[in-house]
């Protein structure tokens, strides 16, 4: 999830590039944007006063609630506000970073106000408020002012080839994670770790049919969306987005109904909740919760948000084999209410496509979560679950290239029986030389649940050994929880073997960030 770019430093000459090259602007406007989150994230030039305080951006935590960091942004400017909106992951979903995706929307060089992907209908809602109640409730896909090169952005993907899936868990674990093969022979796709790939999933066709014989329509009726003729089970399948009901839905239920049905529908168009169903509230259920309403398959199409793409960490180095490209991905399955939900891109990855099928799919370059430039320098890398994705290819990438430097990986899951990704391979990287060290957690095979941040203070001496030699610190995984434990313990590390206070140890670990040496992938 993720934009590569090199962390910005402090100079005499401050150089922020935040935006990034695939970004839809002009090379101008590009110039313009970067010089302006320069002076906002930067301090001034030594001798030059700021001329106003610049704000402070205390939000950019995805650890908060959209509340939380409205409150915070509340009195800041409007594209603060946008900003501070956003999901706060810089996963790239959206085609920017969130500080980015935000100055396009305030500077009116993006219309498309539901792209944040991680956000999802509360972020839509808010920046919607922002931006005024004229602003259009689902706006088309448009071609950006420039177009990426092939295959970089969600704007220009590219067709790849599914090769193959492999099982990683074994019998007796509670997930279902596997292994995923593209081949990208003829598309031009090139990438480096860290970088992430964009896929366009299509929705299961049980579920495609389902909904269309609830509205009572034809598969094979043409529909137009967006400028596009396709028959209805392939707009379905293709092109819209079957998840959580959108609030132009219900807009559309109110219009056509009466009485007490288009109160209700009017209240949900509006975030409200009148059942205490909303949650569970996709568009199948919301059919069903109004059944008997009559929808036009095109005006039920037109109020669908559109189908986003899905990134995921690459798991892969370009160097160990041409051509091919590797995921390491969750099947998402759960039950909620009546009915078992299944992920849209993970489902569609794990179970749906065949080998040799063509998909369309995209190369992400990553934001800041990127090898250190001097390979002779440590690096430490903590992923437990899917998060151990890219710290494969990092190391990968390593041993082909003959680094020098130390490699030390942290991982963790339930059980070591049933839930080790890649342990034979991590077993003839450690024998090789390449992976020096390999803590291990195991959540559930004891009394006591032990976890990556728990495995991270027991060896604390050191991790803060590596630290002193330089080491990069990377993290990938969950950002409300255990991106936020990880670096609560390299806190704690640095004050316990570091001899600082708790203040010193902190502001230690945030220069770590500043300069790079501190980076996370999270989702």
Sequence with gaps: MNMSLRPFEITPMPQVRLLPDTAPFSA????????????????????????????????????????????????????????????????????????????????????????????????????????????????????????????????????????????????????????????????????????????????????????????????????????????????????????????????????????????????????????????????????????GVKLSPEAFVEALERQQPRLYSISSSPLTSEDRLTLTVDKLHYRLGQRERFGVASTFLDELVVPRQTMMAYVQKAHAFALPSDASLPVIMIGPGTGVAPFRAFVQHRAAVAAPGKNWLFYGHQHRESDFFYEAEWARLQKSGVLNRLTLAWSRDGDEKIYVQDRMRQVGHDLWSWLEQGAHVYVCGDAKRMARDVERALVDVVAAHGGRSSEAAISYVAGLKKSGRYQADVY
């Excluded at 060089?109 to 808010?126: I, Q, V, W």
């Excluded at 259009?136 to 295959?151: F, R």
């Excluded at 970088?195 to 598969?219: E, K």
């Excluded at 392939?234 to 819209?240: G, I, K, N, V």
């Design 28 to 291: 101008e406007q590009r110039d313009w944007l970067n010089g302006f989150f320069a002076a906002l994230l930067a301090a001034p030039p030594a001798g030059v006063a700021a001329t106003e305080p610049e704000p402070e951006i205390t939000w950019h935590d995805p650890a908060l609630t959209l509340d939380q960091r409205m409150a915070l942004a509340k009195d800041q400017p409007l594209d603060l506000q946008l900003y501070a909106a956003m999901a706060q992951q810089d996963c790239g979903q959206c085609g920017y970073v969130c500080a980015t995706y935000a100055a396009a929307l305030a500077g009116k060089s993006e219309a498309r106000l539901n792209l944040c992907a991680p956000g999802g209908k509360d972020t839509f809602r808010m920046v919607k408020a922002l931006i005024g109640d004229g602003a259009a409730a689902q706006t088309p896909i448009a071609a950006p002012l420039s177009m990426p090169p092939t295959g970089i952005g969600r704007d220009n993907p590219v067709p790849v080839r599914f090769l193959a899936r492999q099982r990683l868990t074994l019998a007796g674990s509670q997930k279902e994670t596997w292994h995923i093969e593209f081949d990208l022979a003829g598309s031009n796709l090139s990438y480096q770790p860290g970088d992430s790939f964009g896929v366009f999933p299509r929705n299961d066709l049980r579920l495609v049919d389902a909904i269309i014989a609830l509205i009572g329509a034809r598969p094979e009726a043409m529909i137009t969306l967006d400028g596009r003729e396709m028959r209805l089970r392939d707009t379905l399948t293709e092109a819209t987005s079957l998840g959580a009901a959108p609030d132009t839905l219900f807009q559309l239920i109110s219009y056509v109904t009466g009485g007490d049905t288009r109160l209700k529908a009017k209240k949900l168009a509006e975030g409200e909740d009148p059942d205490g169903d909303l949650d569970r509230l996709d568009v199948l259920g919301a059919l069903h919760k109004f059944a």
